[in-house]
């Protein structure tokens, strides 16, 4: 163990510069007592500093003389180094080198020109990003294409885990949430059709609203959020501990080991999670009728028999798949795009969720138009 001496300092304070004698040792187990010390000089002082009689000096010593002197330049001083050793001053112009400076921004005058600058700059991103998704999407079908030829490369056991994962774990969370949902639904269509003596169409709204729409909507909605971000995280987390890297170096392809079960899960689960968020939310759309408008389950089921059409149901499954392919290509991308440190990892999962909830909804709207202009 290093024991240091205590730092001491003599200032003789004249009428135009400090005299500052330094002397004992200046390491970062005593820097915290000169620290206060130092604090004690005005801003804009000539401080003339003594080194010949300090014993050690490291690298948090140096600092502390560096920040000093940055201070007092900054408010109109200065500070001057006598009498230091050879390595004492080396220390010094190491420390000042490797100091940061902060960055300035110029401020730019804000002009139609740079409005519409930074508007290109937006939209080439956008394009860009949109770019890089089409390409995963292609890498994944690519790789989908080659395991038909080589079943060898296929990893089932990797499937079916994250089948569980995205699938059987979903469950609970996207039944209640569809169940709420149709509980909500019948509860507010009873308070307004009651006003029309319509009570019994409150049955077609919900069967309609979670059959073509919410049902398979906000189970996208929520896988986004839980799965979509655990891909990224997953895939993150390899790419900042060099994982990536090492499947390269071993020969084998990360976007077979990665990509093609995650998305494959999501494509075979989707669909799935979907129909069991149109049973709860009927279930709870029957119940509340019960309740509120007194519906009995018998009149219920056959007035949802004879006023819904299979259309409705055939609709929400069609966009199934793409809302699969949307939230796993996304999520995949953004793990990718991690650097090696947590903040970016943090900033992309973020990000991943945002981007496949925007793009599910998008899509749920062109989807809609597209199925209103044929008519189904």
């Known amino acids: 163990m290093v024991s240091d001496a205590s730092p001491e300092i003599k200032m003789d304070v004249g009428t135009d510069t400090v005299a500052m004698k330094l002397s004992g040792a200046f390491t970062i187990h005593t820097v915290g007592a000169v620290a206060r010390r130092f604090e004690t000089l005005r801003p804009d002082a000539d401080v003339v500093a003594d080194l010949g009689a300090v014993s050690r000096l490291d690298t948090a010593g140096a600092w502390l003389l560096v920040t000093l002197r940055s201070r007092l330049e900054a408010g109109g001083g200065r500070l001057e180094v006598e009498g230091a050793s050879t390595e004492a001053r080396a220390i010094l112009e190491t420390v000042a080198e490797a100091l940061p400076e902060p960055e300035e921004q110029a401020e730019t005058p804000a002009t139609l020109v740079g409005m519409l600058e930074e508007v290109g700059r937006r939209v080439a991103g956008g394009v860009s990003k949109f770019l890089g998704l089409a390409g995963y999407l ?68 919900i069967a309609v609203s979670i059959l073509r729409e919410l049902g398979i909507l906000l189970t996208a909605i929520i896988v986004a959020g839980r799965t979509g971000s655990a891909f990224t995280a997953a895939i993150g987390s390899m790419k900042m501990r060099e994982e990536v890297d090492a499947m390269r170096t071993l020969g084998l392809d990360p976007a077979m080991i990665l990509f093609v079960p995650r998305i494959l899960a999501l494509l075979l689960m989707l669909p799935i999670l979907g129909l069991i968020a149109n049973l709860a939310g009927l279930f709870g759309g029957a119940l509340m009728a019960w309740i509120e408008l007194g519906i009995s389950p018998a009149m219920f089921r056959t007035r949802l028999i004879e006023g819904t059409d299979t259309s409705h149901l055939m609709v929400g499954m069609v966009k199934a798949p793409v809302f699969a392919l949307i939230i796993g290509v996304v999520g995949c991308h953004a793990g990718m795009q991690v650097e090696s440190n947590a903040e970016s ?18 899509a749920d709207a062109l989807f809609s138009v597209f199925f209103a202009e044929i008519g189904v």
């Open 138 to 205: 292609g890498l994944f079908l690519s790789r989908l294409g080659r395991s038909v030829g080589h079943p060898r490369e296929f990893r089932l056991t990797s499937l079916v885990h994250h089948c569980e994962e995205v699938g059987v774990k979903a469950v609970p969370i996207v039944a209640l949430m569809a169940f709420l949902i149709g509980v909500v639904l019948a509860f507010q269509g009873a308070s307004q059709l009651r006003q029309f003596g319509a009570e019994v169409f409150v049955v077609d709204l």
């Open 345 to 362: 990892l943090g900033r992309q999962t973020s990000k991943s969720v945002v981007a496949a909830i925007f793009a599910v909804i998008v």
